[in-house]
């Protein structure tokens, strides 16, 4: 080799070995720059801004939209307490919700259900908890950008813009999506630690922290596989290139995306969801997909129409088919900007890209094919992008004011807009009130808001959105289902012959398509128990029992059998099969107060007085209703425990109860 050639090398190597130490201290700059006064002005302004934005959530309620399946109904939630804190944990963490594995995010609810309760008052606190997660991403995402290289002006309009983009509104205030704030709260602390090992040069010594985060994130739901794409493309910006050593260097990550990844497809497709909300071919889907992805990309410049549901179209339309011209358009101009080293667009619509392709439901999953909570963590990449040209603009000059008085009113008008969205989900009749009037002849929107009429008293509106919807279709047994339950709150014996025809045209419909699709066959012992239900309120007790045998031939595990056939053999006296039917229900429902003194019951009319104590103790440790105050008095009387029997008795009185003619006969008060 020629001297020349040397000193060149030389020459090159020190400045590899120079830029790297630059790199070094760079990094150490800004890893540190969140302690600088101006950085922490600017992301305490972004967080105290994006709460305003959310502020209303703390008002708002639950919505009949998945929050009655995760938590209002799961009873993994209502039953959990001190005492089987640990083993309903694991039996979170070994469940699905409605054909999603999350047990991060149910577990969540669990202990907010410890904390806080299940009252009206309680649905602040677990709101808050959404918002305070949000808070802490838009932290997350001001110190990403910073380490990104993004002055703190830059990271400031990053973080503010994740923090109070319209499309975020779903993800904050519907409680079921806690899945997305929680996931991406340790998906971004994960990326920032790799950011941080990568510029550091250290990337084994954060190994530690990412793994951890990687599987608690993948744990609140499964979009958070897309982590190790996420690093390939933070790899491309700070490297300005991309690297095949790089991407192996991610295979521990590859491989428990993997893990994470089917595992979840593995639940979706026993649960019966890929591919069954349209008739639609796996060929059509990919168009579908193209068009979401663009539609993504329209509504991260302005959301002209948000809704909680975008219903599928009743047929494939043309502009799917179109969209694809656009889209591959979109992907040769990445490539161009790619070969001509435009780094922060390459970076910015990859990051999008990669988090955003796994949502476009190209396999399906919901009711929706599009839904605004999937650009929770994909817009991250967008919001990149123009943060970094925001700070390259300078302020100072008359160009740059107007640009930052435009930015300025855009970011008004994006809390606005975000502020009126926020109180769509204050229940769920302003939820499907919305949705309708986008989608009126979308079925599953009419029969949600009667049910919420009918549960909140207003009887004739329900009967009306019943109607509207059952004319939508009346091949459906769900809406017959949903209105039998109006009529059987009833106490008039005509109304209840209404829940009778009702519940049996539910079953009708439901045997029909039991045949030849198991969705309906899991729904049939449901309605054959409001059936049985019914046939016992009209006291047509006999037929109720082989009602509900069918019921219990078709599903053994469904605790709600046991539990409406106990009551049926109670009004016929037969209290041996009564006994049996709750000790049934006590497998699946250990933790029933009121079933356990239920138990407690049949075994004092059956003579077991000392048994019966011992379940009177034991179900009021988990109840304390006054009934079961009255029934142990009643057994105290009985066992010649006068003393113990008016200590109940006065503590009935002093609830304001009036005490039964038994017991003031028997203890003289």
Not at 26 to 55: G, Q
Not at 304 to 310: G, I, K, T
Not at 351 to 356: A, R, S, Y
Not at 512 to 528: C, I, M, N, S, V
Request: hydrophobic share 45%.
């Amino acid at each position: 080799m020629s001297n020349s050639k040397k000193k060149s090398k030389k020459k090159h190597t020190q400045r590899k070995v120079t830029q790297t130490k630059s790199n070094h201290v760079n990094a150490k700059t800004e890893m540190s720059s969140w302690k600088d006064k101006l950085s922490l002005v600017l992301v305490a302004s972004a967080i105290m801004l994006s709460f305003l934005a959310f502020s209303d959530s703390l008002n708002n309620e639950w919505v009949n939209w998945d929050d009655d399946k995760n938590f209002v109904e799961n009873k993994l939630i209502q039953d959990i307490s001190s005492e089987n804190f640990w083993k309903l944990t694991g039996e979170i963490f070994t469940t699905d919700v409605i054909g999603g594995y999350n047990p991060l995010t149910v577990w969540s609810f669990a202990l907010e259900k410890m904390v806080f309760g299940m009252d009206k008052e309680s649905w602040k606190w677990w709101h808050l908890n959404n918002v305070l997660l949000h808070l802490f991403c838009v932290f997350l995402v001001f110190q990403i950008g910073r380490q990104l290289g993004l002055g703190p002006i830059g990271a400031f309009l990053l973080a503010l813009l994740f923090g109070i983009h319209p499309m975020r509104v779903e993800s904050v205030a519907w409680l079921t999506e806690r899945k997305d704030v929680l996931f991406a709260s340790f998906y971004f602390a994960a990326l920032f630690y790799y950011i941080k090992g990568k510029k550091l040069n250290k990337e084994f010594k954060f190994i530690w922290f990412i793994i951890p985060l990687f599987f608690l994130s993948g744990l609140s739901k499964i979009q958070a596989v897309s982590l190790p794409l996420s690093m390939i493309a933070v790899d491309y910006w700070l490297e300005k290139s991309f690297s095949w050593k790089s991407i192996f260097y991610k295979t521990p990550y590859f491989f428990i995306s993997l893990i994470i990844g089917s595992f979840g497809f593995f639940v979706l497709s026993s649960e019966g969801v890929l591919l069954d909300s349209t008739t639609f071919s796996f060929f059509q889907r990919l168009f579908i997909g193209s068009y979401s992805y663009l539609v993504y990309l329209g509504k991260f410049i302005y959301p002209w129409e948000m809704s909680p549901l975008y219903p599928y179209p009743s047929s494939f339309e043309t502009i799917y088919y179109l969209s694809a011209f656009p889209f591959f358009g979109l992907v040769g101009a990445i490539v161009y900007l790619w070969t001509k080293k435009k780094h922060v667009w390459v970076f910015g619509l990859l990051f999008f890209t990669v988090n955003v392709m796994f949502v476009l439901q190209i396999l399906g999953a919901g009711q929706g094919f599009l839904a605004d909570r999937f650009t929770y963590v994909p817009y991250a990449g967008l919001f990149f992008i123009a943060a970094y040209y925001f700070q390259q603009t300078d302020l100072t000059s008359i160009v740059g004011k107007a640009i930052a008085g435009v930015v300025g009113l855009y970011m008004m008008l994006f809390m606005y807009k975000t502020y009126q969205q926020v109180d769509i989900w204050s229940n769920s009749y302003s939820l499907w009130s919305h949705v309708i009037e986008h989608y009126p002849r979308t079925k599953v929107t009419w029969g949600n808001r009667a049910n919420w009429l009918r549960d909140a008293g207003y009887k004739d509106l329900a009967l009306r959105d019943y109607s509207q919807r059952l004319s939508l279709g009346q091949d459906d047994p769900e809406p017959y289902n949903s209105r039998g339950k109006l009529y059987f709150q009833s106490q008039r014996k005509d109304t209840l012959l209404l829940a009778l025809a009702d519940y049996q045209q539910a079953v009708k419909l439901t045997t029909e398509k039991a045949k030849t699709d198991g969705k309906y066959r899991d729904l049939l012992p449901e309605y054959l128990v409001n059936l049985g239900s019914t046939q016992a309120r009209l006291n047509r007790n006999y037929p109720a029992i082989e009602t509900f045998k069918k019921a219990e031939a078709l599903d053994p595990n469904n605790p709600n059998v046991y539990f409406n056939r106990s009551i049926t053999y109670h009004n016929i006296g037969d209290y041996e099969n009564e006994q049996k039917d709750v000790l049934s229900y006590l497998k699946f429902r250990p933790y029933n107060g009121a079933m356990i003194s239920n138990l407690a019951t049949t075994k004092r009319i059956l003579g077991d007085y000392k048994g019966a104590e011992i379940d009177y103790n034991r179900a009021l440790r988990y109840s304390q209703i006054p009934a079961i105050y009255i029934e142990r008095a009643r057994n105290y009387v009985a066992l010649g425990k006068f003393q113990e029997a008016r200590k109940d008795a006065q503590l009935i009185i002093d609830n304001g109860i009036a005490l039964p003619a038994d017991l003031r006969k028997n203890l003289g008060m």
